[in-house]
């Protein structure tokens, strides 16, 4: 595995060494699923689940919608690949006020695929709303996924990731009243700046199971849940990072600065007390 | 897997350098149907309560009669439904008879649209109302396979027939493992009806709504049908051991337990060397506990050394703790026969959730345990992707390294040159 890996990163080192074109073309293929256009987004699924095993699946870039009752617990579940911070922003538009009886407390998690909360390194991940409020935004900022941690880390690794919302404090009368709430996840792309080395054999997805289960799996022509959960153009094979286009720019760099720094000691290229013509 | 990803991306990008879509995968995330059929009980309050007006200008019987007709017309085929009533039969003033009053209307299987319309057009707001043993008939209705099951309860008030505890029932029927969940809908509901309500949903990990209108009532018992309809895992039931010598051998897989305030539930996972253990698991607060609480999950040997943990904690309203562990087994690397091909891993999940006094701590709240077994990470020899560098600092320092080696080569050369031209 390691070794293919080798081959397959020698192989595009040369390439990138070699082919003056090629760290421009190189540069286009990274992040094939980050970065989705925020603006106007695909629909995604209409309902949450409400448990972790239940979760709604969408993908970065879907707008999940949900209708529900206040205390209610709505889980959705979206993947993340190995160099993207997602961002998970929730929109619940409340129960009319007038039934309502006082502020409220909101609050979206985010669950990794082992089911380990992840810190929001930004965002409001929980906010009050007064009696009158209409509306309500949350956001939570992930830390980079990375393509590997050890084992007794708990670093953003590639595969599933839970959102769950709810409401945390609410006058007990107002339980029970239909909201509605909009869930989506933008993703950024964020270079080489967290690539690791290592990798994981299967995303963190439930149900991963081993190659040669995974192997049986497809020839009985069914999806295994690793690629149920994948996101839009599969999980990435995690070797690229924009390292390769550093190392080899500094590589590039160095030759040119030997190659001057050789010539310095040269003068116009020979000895001055050669003369001319030897 | 991966592999074969990696290498695919790799040639990819060699050759052809510029396409971004990789392995494309189809775009539907749909599971395989369940092998049973769901199966949802509607139960509904015939009581004499309902006949107060005061759902949209309309008696309750006749908004959940209306909203009942909607939600038959759209129940998805593949559920199997079914209808009890609760006081509806017995008008009299005999509390015991009228705690008794509860009746199926229509008999859980596939559904004959007319002939439930028919039946439910034929109630009339009567008697009591028995929530408690209604609960009780509609878990019998609904049988002990292993289908997905889902109670709907549609009431107005609270329960008049203490002391058979609705919400204790409620949990005592959760406590079965039947994978049954009981979503409550309260009609007009005062306070005691709501904190009743709210129990017997919680208790089964169910949901409750208030209802003040008819079509919020239809809107939401659809939703509520059609979510008995999504195809889901269910899990298997185990009982966890008190240590770790003699707990179940768990294969990966789903699986579900009870666990009491403070208790310490072991399982037992067999792992080759090269496979990576990864375990998760969720403690649902399933009654009112105290704000703080937290759950621990730890892979120890069956030598009582700890070797990952994950912990959790809270405070606050929640449905469920989680947390979960990875644990990596590297690969043997001489064939050393007189060990063990597997190692058990010990998995012990214990919690520090507590109670008011007032709280029964038996049945144990429910755990979700999840135990997937995959193949090893491919082993990091540098923190960096393939030990490569990144940033100006790395530029500056391999140009002057350059730099240097280029001096140094020039005088090198410059001197043995020299040298030469000397002798």
């Given at each position: 595995?390691?070794?293919?890996?080798?081959?397959?990163?020698?192989?595009?080192?040369?390439?990138?060494?070699?082919?003056?074109?090629?760290?421009?073309?190189?540069?286009?293929?990274?992040?094939?699923?980050?970065?989705?256009?925020?603006?106007?987004?695909?629909?995604?699924?209409?309902?949450?689940?409400?448990?972790?095993?239940?979760?709604?699946?969408?993908?970065?870039?879907?707008?999940?919608?949900?209708?529900?009752a206040t205390g209610d617990?709505?889980?959705?579940?979206?993947?993340?690949?190995?160099?993207?911070?997602?961002?998970?922003?929730?929109?619940?538009?409340?129960?009319?006020?007038?039934?309502?009886h006082?502020?409220?407390?909101?609050?979206?998690?985010?669950?990794?695929?082992?089911?380990?909360?992840?810190?929001?390194?930004?965002?409001?991940?929980?906010?009050?709303?007064?009696?009158?409020?209409?509306?309500?935004?949350?956001?939570?900022?992930?830390?980079?996924?990375?393509?590997?941690?050890?084992?007794?880390?708990?670093?953003?690794?590639?595969?599933?990731?839970?959102?769950?919302?709810?409401?945390?404090?609410l006058p007990e009368e107002d339980l029970g009243q239909?909201?509605?709430?909009?869930?989506?996840?933008?993703?950024?792309?964020?270079?080489?700046?967290?690539?690791?080395?290592?990798?994981?054999?299967?995303?963190?997805?439930?149900?991963?199971?081993?190659?040669?289960?995974?192997?049986?799996?497809?020839?009985?022509?069914?999806?295994?849940?690793?690629?149920?959960?994948?996101?839009?153009?599969?999980?990435?094979?995690?070797?690229?990072?924009?390292?390769?286009?550093?190392?080899?720019?500094?590589?590039?760099?160095?030759?040119?600065?030997?190659?001057?720094?050789?010539?310095?000691?040269?003068?116009?290229?020979?000895?001055?007390?050669?003369?001319?013509?030897? | 897997?991966?592999?074969?990803?990696?290498?695919?991306?790799?040639?990819?990008?060699?050759?052809?350098?510029?396409?971004?879509?990789?392995?494309?995968?189809?775009?539907?995330?749909?599971?395989?149907?369940?092998?049973?059929?769901?199966?949802v009980e509607l139960v509904l309050d015939v009581s004499g309560s309902m006949r107060a007006r005061d759902i949209?200008?309309?008696s309750r019987m006749?908004a959940a009669?209306?909203a009942f007709?909607?939600?038959?017309?759209?129940?998805?085929?593949?559920?199997?439904?079914g209808i009890r009533t609760l006081g509806a039969d017995y008008p009299g003033d005999d509390r015991e008879r009228g705690c008794k009053d509860t009746r199926r209307l229509y008999?859980v299987?596939?559904?004959?649209?007319?002939?439930?319309?028919?039946?439910?057009?034929?109630l009339a707001p009567t008697g009591w109302t028995p929530i408690g043993p209604a609960l009780l008939g509609a878990a019998d209705d609904l049988g002990e396979?292993?289908?997905?099951k889902r109670i709907v309860l549609i009431t107005d008030g609270e329960d008049t027939c203490a002391p058979l505890d609705p919400c204790q029932v409620a949990r005592e029927i959760a406590a079965k493992g039947i994978h049954l969940v009981i979503d409550t809908l309260g009609l007009v509901p005062d306070a005691k009806t709501r904190q009743q309500l709210t129990c017997i949903a919680e208790a089964t990990g169910g949901t409750y709504t208030s209802v003040h209108?008819?079509?919020?009532l239809?809107?939401r018992v659809?939703?509520l049908?059609?979510?008995?309809?999504?195809?889901?895992?269910?899990?298997?039931?185990?009982?966890?051991?008190?240590?770790?010598?003699?707990?179940?051998?768990?294969?990966?897989?789903?699986?579900?337990?009870r666990?009491t305030f403070?208790?310490?539930?072991?399982?037992?996972?067999?792992?080759?060397?090269?496979?990576?253990?990864?375990?998760?698991?969720?403690?649902s607060a399933d009654r009112a506990v105290n704000d703080?609480?937290?759950?621990?999950?730890?892979?120890?040997?069956?030598?009582?050394?700890?070797?990952?943990?994950?912990?959790?904690?809270?405070?606050?309203r929640?449905d469920?703790?989680?947390?979960?562990?990875?644990?990596?087994?590297?690969?043997?690397?001489?064939?050393?026969?007189?060990?063990?091909?597997?190692?058990?891993?010990?998995?012990?999940?214990?919690?520090?959730f507590s109670a008011p006094p007032s709280v029964k701590t038996t049945p144990g709240m429910p755990?979700?345990?999840?135990?997937?077994?995959?193949?090893?990470?491919?082993?990091?020899?540098?923190?960096?992707?393939?030990?490569?560098?990144?940033?100006?600092?790395?530029?500056?320092?391999?140009?002057?390294?350059?730099?240097?080696?280029?001096?140094?080569?020039?005088?090198?050369?410059?001197?043995?040159?020299?040298?030469?031209?000397?002798?």
């Amino acid at each position: 595995m390691r070794t293919a890996r080798m081959l397959a990163a020698a192989g595009l080192a040369a390439a990138a060494l070699l082919g003056p074109a090629a760290p421009g073309a190189l540069a286009d293929t990274p992040a094939p699923s980050a970065s989705a256009a925020s603006g106007e987004k695909a629909a995604g699924p209409t309902e949450a689940g409400t448990t972790f095993r239940t979760a709604a699946a969408f993908r970065p870039g879907q707008e999940a919608t949900a209708q529900a009752a206040t205390g209610d617990y709505l889980y959705w579940v979206f993947p993340a690949d190995t160099g993207e911070r997602p961002t998970v922003k929730a929109t619940v538009t409340l129960p009319e006020s007038a039934l309502r009886h006082g502020p409220s407390t909101w609050r979206v998690d985010v669950y990794d695929g082992l089911r380990r909360r992840q810190p929001c390194m930004y965002g409001s991940q929980s906010r009050s709303a007064a009696k009158e409020t209409a509306s309500l935004e949350l956001a939570c900022v992930l830390r980079p996924v990375r393509a590997s941690a050890d084992a007794w880390a708990d670093d953003p690794l590639p595969g599933s990731y839970y959102v769950r919302l709810t409401v945390t404090g609410l006058p007990e009368e107002d339980l029970g009243q239909s909201f509605s709430a909009r869930i989506g996840v933008d993703v950024s792309d964020r270079g080489g700046r967290y690539a690791t080395d290592g990798a994981l054999a299967a995303p963190l997805v439930p149900g991963a199971t081993t190659a040669e289960i995974a192997e049986a799996e497809e020839q009985a022509d069914r999806r295994t849940p690793v690629e149920a959960a994948a996101p839009e153009d599969g999980w990435s094979s995690g070797w690229w990072s924009d390292r390769w286009l550093w190392t080899a720019a500094g590589g590039v760099l160095a030759a040119l600065a030997g190659i001057g720094g050789y010539a310095l000691t040269r003068g116009s290229g020979r000895p001055s007390r050669v003369p001319p013509a030897v | 897997m991966i592999t074969r990803k990696r290498l695919a991306t790799g040639a990819c990008a060699l050759l052809v350098a510029l396409t971004a879509a990789l392995l494309p995968t189809s775009a539907s995330a749909d599971e395989p149907a369940a092998k049973e059929s769901p199966k949802v009980e509607l139960v509904l309050d015939v009581s004499g309560s309902m006949r107060a007006r005061d759902i949209d200008g309309k008696s309750r019987m006749s908004a959940a009669k209306q909203a009942f007709n909607e939600v038959l017309d759209a129940v998805p085929e593949e559920v199997r439904l079914g209808i009890r009533t609760l006081g509806a039969d017995y008008p009299g003033d005999d509390r015991e008879r009228g705690c008794k009053d509860t009746r199926r209307l229509y008999p859980v299987g596939p559904l004959d649209r007319t002939e439930a319309k028919a039946a439910v057009a034929t109630l009339a707001p009567t008697g009591w109302t028995p929530i408690g043993p209604a609960l009780l008939g509609a878990a019998d209705d609904l049988g002990e396979d292993g289908a997905t099951k889902r109670i709907v309860l549609i009431t107005d008030g609270e329960d008049t027939c203490a002391p058979l505890d609705p919400c204790q029932v409620a949990r005592e029927i959760a406590a079965k493992g039947i994978h049954l969940v009981i979503d409550t809908l309260g009609l007009v509901p005062d306070a005691k009806t709501r904190q009743q309500l709210t129990c017997i949903a919680e208790a089964t990990g169910g949901t409750y709504t208030s209802v003040h209108r008819t079509d919020e009532l239809s809107r939401r018992v659809r939703q509520l049908v059609d979510r008995a309809a999504d195809p889901v895992v269910t899990p298997v039931a185990t009982e966890g051991g008190a240590r770790c010598a003699g707990a179940p051998q768990l294969k990966p897989g789903l699986y579900t337990d009870r666990e009491t305030f403070g208790e310490h539930r072991w399982y037992r996972v067999d792992l080759l060397p090269g496979q990576e253990l990864r375990a998760s698991v969720s403690i649902s607060a399933d009654r009112a506990v105290n704000d703080d609480y937290g759950v621990l999950l730890r892979a120890v040997t069956v030598h009582g050394r700890e070797i990952v943990r994950g912990s959790e904690a809270g405070d606050g309203r929640t449905d469920v703790l989680s947390t979960g562990l990875r644990y990596p087994k590297p690969a043997r690397d001489g064939a050393d026969a007189d060990k063990p091909a597997a190692e058990t891993v010990c998995l012990q999940v214990s919690n520090s959730f507590s109670a008011p006094p007032s709280v029964k701590t038996t049945p144990g709240m429910p755990i979700e345990l999840t135990v997937d077994v995959v193949d090893g990470p491919a082993s990091a020899s540098d923190v960096a992707s393939f030990g490569l560098g990144r940033g100006w600092w790395l530029l500056g320092a391999l140009a002057l390294a350059g730099f240097l080696a280029g001096l140094i080569w020039g005088w090198l050369s410059r001197w043995r040159f020299a040298v030469w031209r000397t002798h």
